[in-house]
């Protein structure tokens, strides 16, 4: 079993819907790291929790520690949000990230 | 621009041959990591250094060596190539005191042939 887990590993959705993408983990992490990578290859840092919420313009990252998840929500999504979602962890121990296999998300105009 | 800086972008070359990928980090972040992405395994980790040090070592193959200059620039050097290195290289950095806070490079697409 992986360390983290992501579901959906596809989402397809219309333009507007809102999205929600999932990131379970199974071992003690100090941080979370929500990533985007675009067909191109190029990945961008979304967010990094370690508690609560945090919010920036459309997107929505969350984490509940003791449940060990974690959710990214994108509002009013758009053809240009269309990329890979990894979540990706420090374990408590080092400076590793361990990554999910990421979720491949498709907004359709 | 996200001020780290990985040359060359895309790299070509046959089995056997030697290269080596650059990665500046963005200013004032004394930790670079190299992360291999490959089509079958995802990201995976290969090395951190820290101001020149390394720290740590993830699932970096014999043939694979990197080093942590002075001016904080990083070189990941890949030897005795095999088509299954055919990847896109990551490097990111990190700013000091916090291990979490990571930017990453635009990646450099290996081609070995």
């Known amino acids: 079993k992986n360390e983290v887990e992501q579901s959906p590993q596809n989402l397809t959705a219309q333009e507007g819907e809102f999205i929600t993408i999932n990131c379970s983990y199974s071992?003690?992490?100090?941080?979370l790291h929500w990533l985007q990578q675009h067909p191109g290859g190029g990945i961008v840092s979304l967010f990094m929790?370690?508690?609560?919420?945090k919010k920036h313009g459309r997107l929505i990252a969350t984490i509940n520690i003791q449940e060990k998840h974690s959710s990214l929500h994108i509002t009013a999504s758009h053809p240009r949000d269309s990329a890979v979602y990894i979540c990706?962890?420090?374990?408590?121990?080092?400076?590793?990230?361990?990554w999910g296999a990421g979720t491949k998300l498709i907004i359709k105009p | 621009d996200s001020g780290v800086t990985q040359t060359p972008k895309h790299l070509i070359t046959a089995t056997g041959q030697r290269v080596t990928l650059r990665c500046s980090p963005r200013?004032?972040?004394?930790?670079v990591y190299w992360y291999q992405q490959s089509l079958d395994q995802g990201l995976q980790f290969l090395i951190q250094?820290?101001?020149?040090?390394?720290?740590a070592k993830g699932n970096i193959l014999e043939r694979f060596s990197a080093q942590q200059f002075p001016d904080l620039h990083s070189e990941l050097n890949l030897s005795s190539l095999e088509l299954g290195d055919s990847a896109l290289y990551f490097c990111?950095?990190?700013?000091?005191?916090?291990?979490?806070?990571?930017?990453f490079g635009s990646g450099t697409r290996l081609t070995v042939v």
């Open positions: 990111a950095s990190s700013a000091p005191g916090t291990a979490y806070g990571y930017t």
């Open positions: 200013s004032g972040d004394l930790s």
């Open positions: 250094y820290y101001n020149g040090e390394e720290r």
């Open positions: 071992v003690g992490i100090s941080a």
């Open positions: 929790l370690s508690s609560g919420k």
């Open positions: 990706a962890v420090h374990l408590d121990s080092n400076y590793q990230l361990i």
